[in-house]
């Protein structure tokens, strides 16, 4: 991520604010940067985070809303339509800075991409060097104090700055705001009488680093001193434990665990922030790939995470998932090779292990990402090869028009009435438990089961859709998922779930999930979808053991693609689609 005193300070800065307002730029910075006219031209689209880049006569500047969550706009050419474009503009607006020659935006998006890779080089030098130090000092005998001492000795010389790493015992004699930051209830960084304070790591309490010294400390400084501090955590994190190697191994384990949640929340900036010292630059390529590999029967995932660790590329994240201990995921940047190229030989190596591969998808997706390597996973499984990359079919809500859209705005209309904060956070929270279930979504993403069962019940109230009844469960998972629509929709009182399916776009999801499966699996997977997905009942129907219904749902998952005997959301599209291929009515009173 490119800090914007990288753009606007220093000596050579490229850049300079237009209008009164447009100077109070966020410390997130920028993640990218983009022509304008390529974006505009795709709808804004991925716009999130970039700085764009426009011609003075692009048409669009300065009319009301344009490319909100935008890190800020570049007008070239004429400053006088910058300073008219800076007034409405919800995102801040910047020229040229003096000296700079560009004549035009394809000049200047050159020398700006030319100063995000020199910054991004600058960034990883110090995150290696910063790492190449905490490996040092692990590897000297003694306590973890020394070790942690000896950092901040280290960071001190790099800032320029005294620098102490005090243990979260002693955080309180800091001050109440150091207390709450050593125990994760605020966030840094935390300004102190002539310093200031951060504190970053896997587990609260956390060690805090403190930075002494009355200036002004740049976000390139801050995020320094938060990378120092997740360092220092998994130097003191655990220090009773005996064995100095065990200790960072665990807490290195947890912090991967921590980027891959933070990922799955869309938190990019935590997640960065958190991944930087362990993967530099993995997140500047703005895209990548998941894949999930797993164990062959009976074999260790030590080993299997050992064998994709030693053949995956260093910019690439690897999890022990935090869901299933028979997996490994893997996350890949766009342009760092192809990531089922990559694990082919580690798949092979060993009879039984298998592989899903994602398609490459923006990090903020990285959720979608996740699901797709499931959907390949359970794919991979009745293969030759035992790998296999997404097909790219999508889920049932991108496949639905407006009609559908209408029908979500019906069912989520009530939430208008809620805060919005509030609300996005039901609806992101609600997203991923209606999928993964409470408990794997609590471990994807982070957050507590209780809490997230506790977001389930209030959107249940608020939609009146009882997520325990598997029907009403699909619905309010489908409206979820259709809520965040690119345009607002109105609400059409009195359309029904069936009606807002009835689409041919709809029936061809559900055909390319359903037809494949031979009507063995068929029969039994619809018997058990119309039972509410309760063995017993279905065991009865069919005449069949336990067993062989378990078997038999277990093929009915690679061919569909659908993991819906482990998750519920997965279970809600294969409900869905086995009424639009008529396998299985809509039962009495659905909504």
Not at 471 to 498: F, K
Not at 551 to 572: N, Q
Request: proline share 8%; aromatic share 4%; with cysteine.
């Amino acid at each position: 991520m490119l800090e914007w005193e990288d753009l606007v300070a220093g000596p050579a800065p490229l850049l300079r604010a237009a209008g009164a307002a447009a100077g109070a730029v966020g410390r997130s910075g920028v993640q990218r940067v983009l022509l304008a006219r390529e974006s505009a031209a795709a709808g804004w689209a991925g716009a999130a985070g970039a700085l764009l880049v426009a011609d003075a006569g692009e048409t669009w500047l300065g009319r009301p809303g344009g490319p909100v969550g935008a890190a800020g706009i570049v007008v070239v050419g004429d400053d006088a339509v910058a300073e008219r474009a800076a007034r409405p503009s919800a995102v801040p607006v910047f020229v040229p800075a003096e000296g700079v020659r560009a004549r035009d935006a394809t000049a200047l998006w050159g020398l700006l991409l030319a100063r995000c890779a020199d910054a991004a080089a600058d960034r990883a030098a110090r995150a290696e060097a910063l790492v190449a130090e905490v490996a040092r000092g692990a590897a000297e005998s003694g306590p973890a104090a020394d070790a942690a001492a000896r950092l901040a000795r280290w960071c001190a010389d790099r800032l320029g700055a005294p620098v102490r790493i005090v243990p979260p015992s002693a955080a309180a004699s800091l001050g109440t705001e150091a207390d709450e930051l050593a125990r994760g209830r605020v966030r840094g960084p935390v300004e102190l009488p002539g310093a200031v304070a951060v504190a970053a790591g896997p587990r609260t309490p956390r060690p805090v680093v403190v930075a002494e010294g009355e200036r002004a400390w740049s976000a390139d400084q801050l995020l320094f001193l938060e990378q120092v501090a997740a360092c220092a955590a998994l130097l003191t994190w655990a220090a009773d434990v005996g064995a100095r190697d065990v200790r960072l191994t665990e807490a290195e384990r947890e912090l991967r665990i921590a980027a891959l949640q933070q990922l799955m929340a869309g938190d990019l900036v935590r997640a960065g922030r958190t991944v930087e010292p362990l993967v530099p630059g993995l997140l500047a390529a703005g895209a990548g790939a998941v894949a999930i590999v797993e164990c062959a029967p009976g074999e260790s995932r030590s080993v299997l995470y050992r064998a994709v660790d030693s053949v995956v590329l260093r910019r690439t994240l690897t999890v022990r998932c935090p869901v299933s201990d028979r997996q490994v995921i893997v996350i890949h940047p766009a342009g760092a090779g192809a990531l089922d190229e990559l694990l082919g030989p580690v798949v092979s190596a060993v009879r039984g292990r298998s592989a899903g591969v994602s398609a490459v998808t923006p990090w903020p997706r990285t959720a979608a990402a996740y699901d797709g390597a499931l959907a390949a996973l359970a794919a991979a499984r009745g293969t030759a090869g035992r790998i296999s990359v997404h097909d790219g079919r999508g889920p049932l809500s991108e496949r639905l028009g407006a009609r559908a859209r209408a029908w979500a705005a019906t069912v989520t209309r009530p939430l208008l009435d809620v805060p919005f904060a509030e609300r996005e956070e039901l609806l992101r929270l609600g997203e991923q438990t209606l999928w993964w279930g409470e408990s794997a979504a609590a471990r994807l993403v982070g957050w507590h089961r209780h809490t997230l069962a506790r977001r389930l019940d209030a959107l249940g109230r608020h939609t009146g859709l009882d997520p325990a009844d598997p029907w009403q469960r699909a619905a309010l998972c489908l409206a979820v998922r259709l809520a965040p629509s690119p345009e607002p929709v109105a609400p059409v009182p009195g359309l029904t779930l069936a009606r807002a399916l009835d689409e041919p776009e709809a029936r061809a999801w559900a055909r390319s999930v359903i037809d494949p499966l031979p009507p063995e699996l068929r029969r039994t997977l619809a018997t058990w979808a119309a039972h509410g997905m309760r063995p017993e009942p279905a065991v009865a129907a069919l005449s069949l053991s336990r067993t062989t219904l378990y078997k038999r749902l277990a093929r009915a998952c690679e061919v569909t693609h659908l993991e819906f005997t482990r998750y519920p959301g997965p279970a809600a599209e294969a409900l869905l689609a086995l009424h639009l291929t008529g396998d299985v009515p809509f039962p009495q009173g659905a909504p």
